[in-house]
């Protein structure tokens, strides 16, 4: 257990269907993050929270909407997906503290499965 | 921008042999940069880091990492492998910008046999 549960482990959805992926830390920790990640590719930088803000969006499509209600849980709403939206989706804390720098602790991610 | 490449899609080596897995970076500034690895179906797991000082860091399981700022290099090392080491590696380096956002490579399947 590293203090980052994400729910459900695995989920199958319907491309019209709308759910709702769940990041809980237990950490302390001021920043969340979600990440893609792709067989073969690079892990995807989603969205960045800080201090419960919003503060990075990488050209992520509108079907994915973040919500961030406080600094323990993060929210990926899902709606209208793609089969291409297949993956693994991580979810990851850390402490961010002015002039020091700290790597991240990440849940054990879902497998979403867009059908 | 900063970046990070694994040259490797995977590694091969039989137990008990020394292990490299690497990493090259580019950044603008100072580079600060982690090593991380993933076992089948869990999320990524910290196994050390690079921001100043002594060039070889200690991390987690054993593992080392060389960083050599003249090859913009730092390879993650271990001196004798184990079957139990077969995972994903990531390397990764912050991100210069204002928060703490890490850009991970490709990764690299290191499979040990036994």
């Known amino acids: 257990e590293t203090g980052v549960t994400q729910t459900p482990r695995h989920l199958v959805m319907g491309m019209t269907n709308k759910k709702s992926l769940k990041c809980e830390q237990h950490?302390?920790?001021?920043?969340m993050y979600w990440y893609k990640q792709s067989a073969k590719k690079p892990l995807e930088l989603m969205f960045v929270y800080s201090l419960e803000e919003r503060v990075e969006n990488n050209s992520v499509p509108s079907r994915f909407s973040p919500e961030c209600p406080n600094s323990s849980h993060l929210f990926l709403h899902l709606h209208t997906l793609q089969p291409e939206d297949s993956a693994l989706y991580l979810c990851a804390s850390s402490q961010e503290v002015s002039d020091r720098v700290y790597g991240y602790t990440f849940g054990s991610g879902t497998r979403l499965t867009v059908v | 921008a900063q970046s990070v490449a694994q040259p490797e899609d995977q590694v091969n080596v039989a137990e008990g042999n020394p292990l490299t897995v690497k990493c090259t970076y580019s950044v603008s500034g100072n580079p600060y940069l982690f090593w991380y690895v993933q076992y089948p179906n869990r999320g990524l797991q910290f196994l050390l880091k690079y921001i100043t000082g002594d060039n070889l860091v200690k991390g987690s399981y054993g593992f080392e990492a060389e960083f050599n700022k003249s090859q913009t290099s730092f390879h993650l090392k271990k001196p004798s492998a184990l079957v139990s080491d077969s995972a994903l590696y990531f390397c990764?380096?912050?991100?210069?910008?204002?928060?703490?956002?890490?850009?991970f490579g490709t990764g690299t399947l290191l499979a040990v046999q036994p």
């Open positions: 950490l302390g920790h001021n920043a």
């Open positions: 990764a380096v912050r991100d210069g910008g204002a928060t703490n956002k890490l850009i």
